[in-house]
T-cell receptor
Framework: QKEVEQDPGPLSVPEGAIVSLNCTYSNSAFQYFMWYRQYSRKGPELLMYTYSSGNKEDGRFTAQVDKSSKYISLFIRDSQPSDSATYLCAMSANQGGSEKLVFGKGTKLTVNP | AAGVIQSPRHLIKEKRETATLKCYPIPRHDTVYWYQQGPGQDPQFLISFYEKMQSDKGSIPDRFSAQQFSDYHSELNMSSLELGDSALYFC???????????FGPGTRLTVL
């Protein structure tokens, strides 16, 4: 079993829809949680970074972390065609000198005009 | 704003050849990470450096080595290349250990 599980999709929604992306994890040592957006053949772009349970909002994006359930989510409001990309969740333990990111498989999102 | 710079962006090598990938972190970032992303896969951590010292090591083959230089740029050296080494190689930098990691555009390595 992978440490981080993410539904690979693909997910297709109409423009303006609310998108919900999710990841679950098994390693309780994970303390830092991130969402990256990756366009085809490009580097991952950091969208959200959080280290506590609860919600964090940035524009149309809301990241939600539930450490008790080992579950994180990213919500995209008023989705746009330019949001079409692969979304990767990532997390790290930041313990013992290890800050490596462990990624989910990524969810491919298409927002249709 | 300045971003992470990686060179070359594309590299084609034959089996058993050697490749060197370079990474220039965001200014004032002293921590560098290397990741490998195979086709349709998520990025896998290879190795990281903090203040020019190796700080963590992941699933990096013994054929690969890396270092961070006094100007904080990093190089990933890959020898005896195999077909399975074909992948996107990303470098990420952060202001310090545990901070957000910002990724470069990647180097696409193709081994023929």
């Amino acid at each position: 079993q992978k440490e981080v599980e993410q539904d690979p999709g693909p997910l297709s929604v109409p423009e303006g829809a609310i998108v919900s992306l999710n990841c679950t994890y098994s390693n309780s040592a994970f303390q830092y949680f991130m969402w990256y957006r990756q366009y085809s053949r490009k580097g991952p772009e950091l969208l959200m970074y959080t280290y506590s349970s609860g919600n964090k909002e940035d524009g149309r994006f809301t990241a939600q972390v539930d450490k008790s359930s080992k579950y994180i989510s990213l919500f995209i409001r008023d989705s746009q065609p330019s949001d079409s990309a692969t979304y990767l969740c990532a997390m790290s333990a930041n313990q013992g000198g290890s800050e490596k990111l462990v990624f989910g498989k990524g969810t491919k999102l298409t927002v249709n005009p | 704003a300045a971003g992470v710079i990686q060179s070359p962006r594309h590299l084609i090598k034959e089996k058993r050849e050697t490749a060197t990938l370079k990474c220039y972190p965001i200014p004032r970032h002293d921590t560098v990470y290397w990741y490998q992303q195979g086709p349709g896969q998520d990025p896998q951590f290879l190795i990281s450096f903090y203040e020019k010292m190796q700080s963590d090591k992941g699933s990096i083959p013994d054929r690969f080595s890396a270092q961070q230089f006094s100007d904080y740029h990093s190089e990933l050296n890959m020898s005896s290349l195999e077909l399975g080494d074909s992948a996107l190689y990303f470098c990420a930098s952060s202001p310090g250990p545990g901070d957000e990691q910002f990724f470069g555009p990647g180097t696409r390595l193709t081994v023929l």
